[in-house]
Every structure is written in structure tokens, then in C-alpha cells.
């Protein structure tokens, strides 16, 4: 083998080296996608304990002031807290990447509003649930969890997300305990 042949060996695991250092350091890299019918992360930032709303639909909705569709959500989000009640659904806003100034400006603006704004400044609540953009809405069921995953949808798309919301209540909570089987004959 010639010299370009070790050096192509010695590329190559360089290469792999590195792609590994990376999927190491970097936990986002790492970990698989949030999809429908896994655990969501157990936590919303360091206050929220999202075992504390077990039974509850809970929705997690990431948005920031700057995005049209997201605006919109809050104001129809707000009035299904207010109509549903605490004791079936649970709303976390969370204000995804915007400074910490904005944010506290817009909860001073939305304090009438009855949902629960959670600041995400730095994005670290948004790695956890995999948001890359907004709006991003994930779902949680009764049973904990995840029912639904929505991503960049539109403002058009709203009411049938407010939609699947109630249904999901309409729904009995899904239990660990096995089904019974049906005779076919």
C-alpha cells in the first residue's frame, strides 16, 4: 500500500473520530426525536413537573412575538384554558429565544390572560422537545403521554388544532393495564 492509501486510512478514522466527539458532546445530536406515544422530557424548565398534571391534557406550545401565526394561537389557546378549565387542560406557552426584556414585557402585557408563559431564552427547553422552529405545538395526553406533535403550522390550521385538544379529552386515558381480546368466532 502506498503512502495516500495510510493516509486515506488515517483520514477516514480521523473522520469518525470527530462524528463521534460530535454525537458525544453534543446531547441534541445524540438523542432520538420526540414522536407520538413516548415520555415527554419530565420537565418544562426547572419549575414545571409535568407528572404534577397527570390526567390533565397538557399543552406545550413554543412561540415567540415576532411570529404571526404564533400571536394568533395565544389569543385562541387563552380562551380554550379559560372555556376547559384547570382541572382537564393545562396550557405552557413557551416563549422560545426571545430576550429576557421582551419576555417579561409581553407577560406583563398578557397578565389578564390565563395561561402559564414560560421564558426560553437560551433555547434549552426547546432542545429538549426538539423545537428547530415555530410555532411548535406538542400535546400530552391524560395518560402522559405524547398525543400529537404540530410543527410550522399556519394560522388557518388553528381551529383544528383547538379541535383535536378537545377531542383528546373526549378520549378515555389510556391505561398501562392489557386490553381484554375478543373471541372472533
Request: overall charge positive; proline content about 7%; hydrophobic content about 45%.
Amino acid at each position: 500500500m502506498g503512502p495516500f492509501g495510510q493516509l486515506t486510512r488515517f483520514a477516514r478514522a480521523k473522520a469518525l473520530l470527530l462524528v463521534l466527539g460530535l454525537l458525544v458532546a453534543t446531547p441534541g445530536l445524540a438523542s432520538e426525536t420526540l414522536k407520538v406515544g413516548d415520555m415527554p422530557p419530565p420537565r418544562i424548565g426547572r419549575s414545571v413537573k409535568l407528572s404534577d398534571y397527570r390526567g390533565k391534557i397538557v399543552v406545550i406550545s413554543f412561540w415567540a412575538s415576532w411570529c404571526p401565526p404564533c400571536r394568533k394561537e395565544m389569543a385562541l389557546l387563552a380562551g380554550l384554558q379559560k372555556a376547559a378549565t384547570r382541572d382537564k387542560l393545562v396550557i405552557f406557552a413557551v416563549n422560545w429565544r426571545q430576550d429576557a426584556d421582551t419576555f417579561w414585557k409581553i407577560k406583563k402585557a398578557l397578565s389578564g390572560v390565563d395561561l402559564t408563559l414560560i421564558s426560553d431564552s437560551n433555547g434549552y427547553i426547546g432542545e429538549e422537545y426538539d423545537v428547530d422552529a415555530i410555532p411548535h405545538m406538542v400535546i400530552v395526553g391524560r395518560d402522559g403521554r405524547i398525543a400529537a406533535i404540530h410543527v410550522g403550522y399556519s394560522e388557518g390550521e388553528i381551529p383544528a388544532l383547538v379541535k383535536e385538544i378537545n377531542s383528546l379529552w373526549l378520549q378515555a386515558p389510556q391505561t398501562s393495564a392489557p386490553q381484554p381480546v375478543s373471541n372472533p368466532h
